[in-house]
């Protein structure tokens, strides 16, 4: 097998016996960037300059065998995390030519491991969308099928992991960012607990939404990953003062007696039949493997979207409030300042940044904030309050990630709330702040990867990994590779 | 008719925190623009507020001395509004869950001691500083203030007259200053106020429309804008017109307040919980440890220098207004100087002569100790009062001790009765006129032969000797 279809563990391990070096995976990586990019159209930026250096820097730094889990790794970055003196654009013309003059906690903790990054990839305009057709450069196509969208907001490292453009990715997930993407893509995708992993550097969408987390081609790569870009920071106080475990260790642990939760809220009419048979026969197999499947309710599921976007989007209109014209990016010369405001503003954003802008505003607006932003915040109160009474009676909750497979393009662009409901099944996790993870179960008949969803307690991604890496090295679904 | 005006006062505390609320960024006055900024303070994408924990404690300090309730719960919240000083296009402040609550100051008017309620404290950021360029093309932004912590105090409208407001805004000073957590300096901008002003006819109950006034950048422009408001506002209503609800501007040159926005025009902020910031929970240790650690207050210090030296109240208000005047005074007094000359000699020439050069009392070129070592030569009888104050200045001016000075220019007093009184046979001899006169009963005329005496003796003689010798001469 090519080096670039392999995942990071079984780069390391190779690596690690000195059989290849960090310059053979990354050339690798970009002979494979240099055959299938123009169709992929993965990245934002690539970055070949600074990944030859860095892989000749951690190839200099493993003579000893005390080498970091990701040294040498080519790791691709979605566009939404500062990288210091790399443009990061959010894929937005405001941010266009951004270049950041500091580096996010994750990227930090990743360049202390010397690991390698291939670029910077693409993803909907500030992380809002779930297509990546809100991208300002570029829609990125899915390796399984280029007519298709790779899901989003974070498709680019979805596309790029799946393609084998890059051994793994992070992504950030406020509404299910990684976890659609990764299903869609047929690569794992983990969104942690809010808090885990420190915000600093990423570039804020919903800030009590937002979490950064991996996208690999295993289990055992999300858990890896983790490892390093988890803890408390001080930079964020958001970030949680709770131990970071080796969440590799709980790999290959038996799951006889676990309790799978299946809530009835989540089995839709309108979801694909293909979607539905996969999840049904992963949970099947989960209980050959020892596990009990229980059915549990999570009564609020129905008001998870409409929740959603009034918290998402009254943050997000605060939170875009900084992009003015005044100190960097993207400007328009006004004739006064006002008018430079808004001619900066109206050229710089694309369409649904503008509409979230607009929502969000109107739902903090004097004499609307009660119904709406306030209530939405009882709202959310409740749909943790179901997870938290679900997890007194199961371990985990399984779920579909999406409810239809990759769609095509344009198909949904002019109707965003066909759009919104591609995240139905992923948005209370971010609500309830709860880890989640996507992981490939199946295959619709057009060759078209489904996600399995499965749920954890909070700070328990440990009992999530478990499983899913109980499932997966029980089925063959996370070895296929598209045919580019 | 007569009118009652309703005030309540807005102020804007700067702290006096080494670094930013919210970065590690330093506070500063007066450095080059935008020298102390970073990614956070210039918010730039997807930097996180971090907070100051001094911040959070200097609030605290502020409200355990104004007898606030600590909130058990406290969070910051977005305002959100455009302006190129404000980098991140809101600022975080505290709006729902204040950090201090439901205190109080006490403010002396007239003899009156009087209660004002203080409605809340909170925590904010302050935001950066634009400069227009003289030709008018171009401003610029220098965002090394945006981010420096703030503490708004509000008072309820308990104050009723421009006199009341300033005595409070003299009193909340006092405190701030004692304890440490803001300069206080008006003219610098380190300490702003704001005043919500109506008027209502005399014993009417509720509440008339109010006009919030902006820009009170001097102390003296207190009472002078809240003056003028009440004012302007009795002329409306005895026009016949309506007091309306809008912001105004004080302008000091004009001595006017001017209309700056209206209510329809005000801001939507849409506050809502900063969800970059977790909820602050202040441990109740920590907090009664920060009430333990309180120093002594201006009102405490004003009724113990009253009860432990003797002091008349004024005097004592005076000097417990600052708490460097406090402590040099009770450092005069215990290196020997008896209390109330200390205080005459402070209030009078002490404060005249710094004064004159815009000097604090941390300034003040001599020490409490020689101050109480001059006071001890007066009392020895060598020097006399008038010329302490002569010695007094040059103490001032050269940081020398009173005896040094003394010495040197031979200004002991004479109090050998035997010198003193050749000066007297002296003079006496040469003015046989006036001594009849004298003797005929122009009784004024002592004055001439004590002062030819000084004269004679260049001011040493100590004037009860000379006094007493003179009369007995003259009688005889």
Same mark, same amino acid.
């Given at each position: 097998?090519?080096?670039?279809?392999?995942?990071?563990?079984?780069?390391?391990?190779?690596?690690?016996?000195?059989?290849?070096?960090?310059?053979?995976?990354?050339?690798?990586?970009?002979?494979?960037?240099?055959?299938?990019?123009?169709?992929?159209?993965?990245?934002?930026?690539?970055?070949?300059?600074?990944?030859?250096?860095?892989? =000749?820097?951690?190839?200099?730094?493993?003579?000893?065998?005390?080498?970091?889990?990701?040294?040498?790794?080519?790791?691709?970055?979605?566009?939404?995390?500062?990288?210091?003196?790399?443009?990061?654009?959010?894929?937005?013309?405001? @941010?266009?030519?951004?270049?950041?003059?500091?580096?996010?906690?994750?990227?930090?903790?990743?360049?202390?491991?010397?690991?390698?990054?291939?670029?910077?990839?693409?993803?909907?305009?500030?992380?809002?969308?779930?297509?990546?057709?809100?991208? =300002?450069?570029?829609?990125?196509?899915?390796?399984?099928?280029?007519?298709?969208?790779?899901?989003?907001?974070?498709?680019?490292?979805?596309?790029?992991?799946? +393609?084998?453009?890059?051994?793994?990715?992070?992504?950030?997930?406020?509404?299910?960012?990684?976890?659609?993407?990764?299903?869609?893509?047929?690569?794992?995708?983990?969104?942690?607990?809010?808090?885990?992993?420190?915000? &600093?550097?990423?570039?804020?969408?919903?800030?009590?939404?937002?979490?950064?987390?991996?996208?690999?081609?295993?289990?055992?790569?999300?858990?890896?990953?983790?490892?390093?870009?988890?803890?408390?920071?001080?930079?964020?106080?958001?970030? +949680?003062?709770?131990?970071?475990?080796?969440?590799?260790?709980?790999?290959?642990?038996?799951?006889?007696?676990?309790?799978?939760?299946?809530?009835?809220?989540?089995?839709?009419?309108?979801?694909?039949?293909?979607?539905?048979?996969?999840?049904?026969?992963?949970?099947?197999?989960?209980?050959?493997?020892?596990?009990?499947?229980?059915?549990?309710?999570?009564?609020?599921?129905?008001?998870?979207?409409?929740?959603?976007?009034?918290?998402?989007?009254?943050? +997000?209109?605060?939170?875009?409030?900084?992009?003015?014209?005044?100190?960097?990016?993207?400007?328009?010369?006004?004739?006064?300042?006002?008018?430079? &405001?808004?001619?900066?503003?109206?050229?710089?954003?694309?369409?649904?940044?503008?509409?979230?802008?607009?929502?969000?505003? &109107?739902?903090?607006?004097?004499?609307?904030?009660?119904?709406?932003?306030?209530?939405?915040?009882?709202?959310?109160?409740?749909?943790?309050?179901?997870?938290?009474?679900?997890?007194?009676?199961?371990?985990?909750?399984?779920?579909?990630?999406?409810?239809?497979?990759?769609?095509?393009?344009?198909?949904?662009?002019?109707?965003? @709330?066909?759009?919104? @409901? =591609?995240?139905?099944?992923?948005?209370?996790?971010?609500?309830?702040?709860?880890?989640?993870?996507?992981?490939?179960?199946?295959?619709?008949?057009?060759?078209?990867?489904?996600?399995?969803?499965?749920?954890?307690?909070?700070?328990?991604?440990?009992?999530?990994?478990?499983?899913?890496?109980? &499932?997966?090295?029980?089925?063959?679904?996370?070895?296929?590779?598209?045919?580019? | 008719?007569?009118?009652?005006?309703?005030?309540?006062?807005?102020?804007?505390?700067?702290?006096?925190?080494?670094?930013?609320?919210?970065?590690?960024?330093?506070?500063?006055?007066?450095?080059?623009?935008?020298?102390?900024?970073?990614?956070?303070?210039?918010?730039?994408?997807?930097?996180?507020?971090?907070?100051?924990?001094?911040?959070?404690?200097?609030?605290?300090?502020?409200?355990?001395?104004?007898?606030?309730?600590?909130?058990?719960?406290?969070?910051?919240?977005?305002?959100?509004?455009?302006?190129?000083?404000?980098?991140?296009?809101?600022?975080?402040?505290?709006?729902?869950?204040?950090?201090?609550?439901?205190?109080?100051?006490?403010?002396?008017?007239?003899?009156?001691?009087?209660?004002?309620?203080?409605?809340?404290?909170?925590?904010?950021?302050?935001?950066?500083?634009?400069?227009?360029?003289?030709?008018?093309?171009?401003?610029?932004?220098?965002?090394?203030?945006?981010?420096?912590?703030?503490?708004?105090?509000?008072?309820?409208?308990?104050?009723?007259?421009?006199?009341?407001?300033?005595?409070?805004?003299?009193?909340?000073?006092?405190?701030?200053?004692?304890?440490?957590?803001?300069?206080?300096?008006?003219?610098?901008?380190?300490?702003?106020?704001?005043?919500?002003?109506?008027?209502?006819?005399?014993?009417?109950?509720?509440?008339?429309?109010?006009?919030?006034?902006?820009?009170?950048?001097?102390?003296?422009?207190?009472?002078?804008?809240?003056?003028?408001?009440?004012?302007?506002?009795?002329?409306?209503?005895?026009?016949?017109?309506?007091?309306?609800?809008?912001?105004?501007?004080?302008?000091?040159?004009?001595?006017?307040?001017?209309?700056?926005?209206?209510?329809?025009?005000?801001?939507?902020?849409?506050?809502?919980?900063?969800?970059?910031?977790?909820?602050?929970?202040?441990?109740?240790?920590?907090?009664?440890?920060?009430?333990?650690?309180?120093?002594?207050?201006?009102?405490?210090?004003?009724?113990?220098?009253?009860?432990?030296?003797?002091?008349?109240?004024?005097?004592?208000?005076?000097?417990?207004?600052?708490?460097?005047?406090?402590?040099?005074?009770?450092?005069?007094?215990?290196?020997?100087?008896?209390?109330?000359?200390?205080?005459?000699?402070?209030?009078?020439?002490?404060?005249?002569?710094?004064?004159?050069?815009?000097?604090?009392?941390?300034?003040?070129?001599?020490?409490?100790?020689?101050?109480?070592?001059?006071?001890?030569?007066?009392?020895?009888?060598?020097?006399?009062?008038?010329?302490?104050?002569?010695?007094?200045?040059?103490?001032?001016?050269?940081?020398?001790?009173?005896?040094?000075?003394?010495?040197?220019?031979?200004?002991?007093?004479?109090?050998?009765?035997?010198?003193?009184?050749?000066?007297?046979?002296?003079?006496?001899?040469?003015?046989?006129?006036?001594?009849?006169?004298?003797?005929?009963?122009?009784?004024?005329?002592?004055?001439?032969?004590?002062?030819?005496?000084?004269?004679?003796?260049?001011?040493?003689?100590?004037?009860?000797?000379?006094?007493?010798?003179?009369?007995?001469?003259?009688?005889?």
């Amino acid at each position: 097998m090519e080096l670039f279809n392999l995942g990071i563990h079984e780069i390391r391990a190779m690596l690690d016996r000195k059989e290849i070096t960090s310059k053979d995976v990354t050339d690798s990586v970009f002979g494979r960037i240099d055959a299938v990019e123009e169709r992929i159209r993965a990245y934002v930026t690539v970055t070949k300059d600074e990944a030859v250096r860095m892989a =000749a820097a951690a190839d200099g730094a493993t003579g000893s065998d005390t080498a970091a889990p990701l040294s040498g790794i080519p790791v691709a970055i979605k566009d939404n995390m500062c990288t210091k003196g790399i443009l990061t654009t959010c894929s937005s013309r405001i @941010l266009g030519n951004f270049v950041p003059p500091y580096e996010s906690t994750v990227t930090s903790k990743l360049t202390d491991q010397h690991y390698v990054l291939t670029g910077k990839t693409n993803l909907d305009e500030f992380a809002m969308g779930s297509s990546t057709e809100n991208s =300002a450069f570029q829609t990125t196509r899915n390796p399984w099928d280029t007519e298709r969208i790779p899901g989003g907001s974070s498709g680019g490292s979805a596309a790029a992991v799946a +393609a084998g453009e890059c051994i793994a990715a992070l992504g950030s997930d406020t509404g299910g960012s990684i976890r659609q993407p990764a299903a869609l893509c047929g690569v794992v995708g983990l969104k942690p607990t809010y808090g885990r992993v420190s915000r &600093y550097g990423l570039v804020a969408f919903a800030s009590s939404l937002d979490q950064i987390g991996p996208i690999t081609k295993n289990v055992r790569d999300a858990a890896m990953l983790l490892n390093v870009i988890s803890g408390n920071d001080p930079k964020d106080s958001t970030s +949680a003062p709770v131990a970071v475990p080796d969440f590799t260790a709980v790999l290959g642990q038996d799951i006889r007696g676990m309790k799978i939760g299946i809530p009835k809220e989540y089995f839709i009419e309108g979801m694909d039949a293909e979607v539905d048979a996969s999840v049904r026969e992963a949970i099947r197999k989960l209980e050959s493997l020892g596990a009990t499947a229980h059915e549990v309710s999570l009564p609020h599921s129905g008001y998870a979207v409409a929740t959603y976007y009034v918290l998402a989007t009254s943050e +997000a209109s605060s939170n875009l409030a900084r992009y003015d014209g005044v100190k960097y990016g993207f400007r328009v010369e006004g004739k006064d300042l006002l008018d430079m &405001y808004m001619q900066t503003r109206s050229q710089g954003f694309g369409p649904e940044v503008k509409r979230r802008i607009m929502l969000g505003t &109107y739902a903090l607006s004097s004499g609307y904030y009660d119904a709406y932003y306030k209530k939405a915040q009882q709202v959310r109160t409740l749909i943790k309050n179901d997870f938290e009474a679900a997890f007194k009676e199961v371990d985990l909750i399984v779920t579909p990630t999406t409810p239809t497979p990759a769609f095509k393009m344009g198909e949904k662009t002019d109707d965003p @709330l066909q759009m919104y @409901l =591609a995240d139905i099944f992923t948005i209370s996790v971010n609500l309830a702040g709860v880890p989640g993870i996507s992981i490939p179960c199946g295959f619709t008949s057009q060759n078209l990867p489904v996600g399995l969803q499965i749920i954890g307690r909070h700070f328990d991604e440990e009992t999530v990994l478990k499983a899913s890496y109980a &499932y997966e090295q029980s089925t063959e679904w996370h070895m296929r590779r598209p045919a580019l | 008719m007569r009118y009652e005006a309703v005030i309540g006062l807005e102020v804007h505390a700067q702290m006096l925190t080494e670094t930013k609320i919210f970065c590690g960024c330093a506070t500063k006055f007066g450095a080059g623009p935008n020298t102390q900024t970073c990614p956070v303070c210039i918010g730039m994408p997807g930097v996180l507020p971090v907070l100051n924990r001094r911040a959070l404690e200097f609030a605290i300090r502020t409200g355990l001395a104004t007898s606030c309730t600590i909130a058990q719960y406290s969070r910051f919240a977005r305002k959100n509004y455009f302006y190129p000083d404000l980098p991140k296009g809101y600022q975080t402040s505290q709006f729902e869950h204040p950090i201090c609550e439901h205190g109080f100051l006490e403010i002396d008017v007239d003899g009156e001691t009087k209660k004002i309620g203080i409605t809340r404290i909170h925590m904010e950021e302050d935001a950066g500083k634009n400069i227009h360029e003289d030709s008018g093309s171009y401003s610029y932004v220098d965002l090394n203030r945006a981010g420096v912590p703030l503490m708004e105090i509000v008072s309820e409208p308990d104050l009723r007259t421009p006199k009341e407001a300033a005595a409070y805004m003299r009193k909340l000073r006092a405190i701030l200053r004692y304890l440490g957590v803001c300069d206080g300096n008006m003219d610098q901008g380190s300490l702003r106020c704001d005043a919500n002003v109506s008027v209502r006819p005399a014993g009417q109950k509720e509440l008339a429309t109010r006009a919030e006034i902006k820009n009170i950048n001097s102390f003296r422009f207190v009472e002078k804008a809240i003056e003028y408001e009440i004012r302007r506002q009795i002329k409306v209503v005895e026009d016949g017109g309506k007091v309306v609800q809008e912001t105004r501007l004080w302008d000091s040159a004009k001595g006017i307040t001017e209309s700056m926005r209206s209510k329809e025009e005000a801001h939507d902020y849409r506050y809502f919980p900063e969800p970059d910031l977790v909820p602050i929970v202040p441990d109740r240790n920590w907090v009664e440890g920060i009430r333990a650690s309180l120093p002594e207050l201006p009102d405490a210090k004003k009724k113990r220098f009253v009860a432990e030296y003797g002091l008349p109240e004024q005097d004592a208000s005076l000097l417990t207004e600052e708490q460097a005047v406090a402590d040099w005074f009770e450092k005069a007094v215990s290196s020997g100087g008896q209390a109330k000359a200390v205080a005459n000699w402070m209030m009078g020439d002490l404060t005249r002569l710094l004064n004159d050069e815009g000097r604090s009392i941390g300034e003040c070129p001599l020490s409490p100790k020689q101050m109480a070592g001059m006071l001890s030569l007066i009392d020895q009888g060598t020097i006399s009062g008038k010329i302490a104050k002569t010695v007094f200045e040059d103490m001032y001016r050269t940081g020398k001790d009173a005896a040094v000075i003394v010495k040197e220019k031979g200004l002991v007093q004479i109090s050998d009765v035997s010198e003193i009184e050749k000066a007297v046979d002296e003079l006496l001899a040469r003015s046989q006129k006036e001594i009849e006169r004298y003797r005929a009963g122009d009784e004024k005329l002592l004055g001439f032969f004590v002062g030819q005496v000084m004269k004679a003796t260049r001011g040493k003689a100590n004037p009860q000797t000379l006094n007493e010798l003179l009369k007995k001469k003259l009688s005889s």
